[in-house]
């Protein structure tokens, strides 16, 4: 009786070992959560893990296709229950808590020095917690204003470049000429205005969390934080150059009225481009100029799309050496192109197709040196923050509904209590 037990046992921790076919001479299977929607980056992305699949026979990816708008509530809930996948598709933003929480992987040591050292440190700021590396940034998008050409052009306004931008108040007269009779000069989509707000607002010297001495973060908001705020609360309540109705709106939201001449311009990522090649009507002549510069210049916070790796995956070194294999100058060049963003790595950045003035890929291209974490990136709490303070707060400021001093208030003094409980 004590034999067959042990034979069976014996049974079952063979099949145990062979369930991912590892250990009886098969391939190592990974799974490959990516959050690619449109459908150029998604063909990408299988396209990629084919020809992994093709010259790997020892290790194959399984392609899984996750969703940006459920994604953080759908990681959290594989981590818990142990069945999170082996390489991850997030962003930046959204890596803190995650990474503070024990389920990635250190990445310190299994990334080839190629990988590492292509993208800059500023990028690598951006998945950097403590002493540790939870993701590769790998796609980012400055925000740009999209305008349409031939009104700029028949208005007779300075249009600007990289080289020399229109500042925040130059920005705010232009946005006043170009109005009247029902058509504004530029229309904000705020329906979500905390990240917007902040990051546009390190043009102008805007911070607003600071880590003291003790590694604990609280809310300032100084003349630098205000620049941003001030000029889009005054052109939509002062000066009607910007659409009220547009403020709890998206993105798409605003491009029928743009492309119908309601606003000359909307400031958007500069993905959304995709989305006016394909509905911009037959003739319809738009180009993207760079957002407005401040104090610092053209600077602005990026929140990078990153791979990561769980720390409960059994083949760690597998699955950075498919993140390695992704992430190869070319390679990175075709998931840009697919998502129509900028790469974060030098050498695909300075690939040809990502220069052409075609859909102002040069003008994006030209961006990407200004780009910086975002304020927000290794704060603990944020999520919370922008939730229940920032947001609502933004909001009914821009609406009219509160002054500068109340935004101030709530930001700070709400903020720090919410900030408070992340940090003891």
């Known amino acids: 009786m004590r034999t067959g037990a042990l034979i069976v046992a014996a049974l079952l921790l063979l099949a145990g070992c062979t369930a991912d076919g590892t250990d009886d001479g098969g391939p190592v299977t990974l799974r490959f959560q990516s959050l690619a929607w449109q459908e150029e980056s998604v063909q990408a992305n299988k396209d990629l893990v084919e020809e992994w699949n093709a010259t790997h026979s020892d290790v194959k990816v399984d392609y899984v296709q996750g969703s940006w708008s459920s994604v953080h509530d759908q990681l959290l809930t594989s981590f818990e229950g142990g069945e999170a996948p082996d390489i991850i598709h997030d962003a930046s933003d959204d890596l803190a808590d995650f990474a503070h929480g024990g389920y990635l992987a250190d990445l310190t040591g299994l990334l080839p020095a190629r990988l590492t050292s292509d993208i800059p440190q500023r990028s690598w700021r951006t998945t950097t917690f403590g002493d540790g590396v939870y993701g590769v940034p790998f796609l980012q998008e400055p925000r740009v204003l999209v305008a349409n050409a031939t009104w700029l052009k028949r208005s007779g306004v300075r249009i600007p470049t990289p080289e020399h931008p229109w500042s925040w108040p130059e920005f ?135 791979l990561s790796v769980a720390e409960d995956s059994p083949h760690k070194e597998e699955a950075a050496a498919f993140i390695d294999f992704l992430l190869r100058p070319g390679n990175m060049v075709r998931l840009a192109l697919g998502d129509w963003m900028l790469p974060t790595g030098t050498q695909a950045l300075a690939d040809p197709a990502l220069h052409t003035a075609k859909d102002g890929w040069a003008t994006g291209t030209a961006l990407a040196e200004h780009l910086r974490p975002a304020p927000a990136q290794a704060v603990r709490g944020y999520a919370e923050w922008k939730d229940k303070v ?35």
Do not use: C
């Open 172 to 306: 705010r007269n232009i946005t006043r000429q170009l109005s009247g009779d029902g058509e504004y000069g530029v229309a904000w989509p705020l329906k979500e205005p905390v990240s917007a707000t902040l990051n546009l607002s390190l043009s102008a010297g805007g911070r607003l969390f600071h880590r003291g001495a003790d590694g604990k973060v609280t809310v300032r908001f100084e003349a630098g934080d205000e620049v941003v705020p001030r000029t889009i609360h005054d052109q939509v309540d002062t000066d009607h150059s910007a659409s009220p109705t547009t403020l709890g709106s998206g993105g798409s939201d605003t491009l029928p009225g743009f492309f119908g001449g309601r606003y000359a311009m909307v400031p958007l990522g500069f993905s959304y481009r995709q989305q006016i090649v394909q509905q911009a009507p037959k003739g319809f002549d738009w180009q993207v100029l760079p957002a407005p510069a401040g104090a610092d210049g053209l600077a602005q916070g990026v929140s990078p799309q990153t």
């Open 390 to 424: 920032a947001t609502p707060a933004f909001q009914e400021y821009y609406s009219g509904a509160i002054g500068l001093s109340e935004l101030r208030e709530r930001l700070e003094k709400d903020g720090n209590l919410v900030l408070a409980r992340y940090q003891r």
